[in-house]
Nanobody, 116 residues
């Protein structure tokens, strides 16, 4: 079992920045990928950014150039730096861990609200 604890959400004006962090209870070596997903009211949960075990990254087109995902294997944390935030980035953001055994784990979610 893997526990994921997110932090760093909040309220920010458009153009501002937020930094989300996710702490995992197990070593990242057991994770095929770590990532961030988001879900706005009435919409499906979508991928925002993913980082692989060897550090390769993938971003949703809507956040490319504005968001950066990174991980610290020693601290078992994955971070999402969000810059130039837009109202359409408003959502609940979820940390995800996908293991080599093809099992998904999710955090409890953290609210990000961007006002215009």
């Amino acid at each position: 079992q893997v526990q994921l604890v997110e932090s760093g959400g909040g309220l920010v004006q458009a153009g501002g920045s937020l930094r989300l962090s996710c702490a995992a209870s197990r070593l990242f070596g057991g994770m095929k990928t770590m990532g961030w997903y988001r879900q706005a009211p009435g919409k499906q949960r979508d991928m925002v950014a993913v980082i692989t075990s060897d550090g390769r990254t993938n971003y949703a087109d809507s956040v490319k150039g504005r968001f950066t995902i990174s991980k610290d294997n020693a601290k078992n944390t994955v971070t999402l730096q969000m810059n130039s935030l837009k109202p359409e980035d408003t959502a609940v953001y979820y940390c995800n861990a996908f293991t080599w055994m093809n099992v998904d784990y999710w955090g409890q979610g953290t609210q990000v609200t961007v006002t215009s």
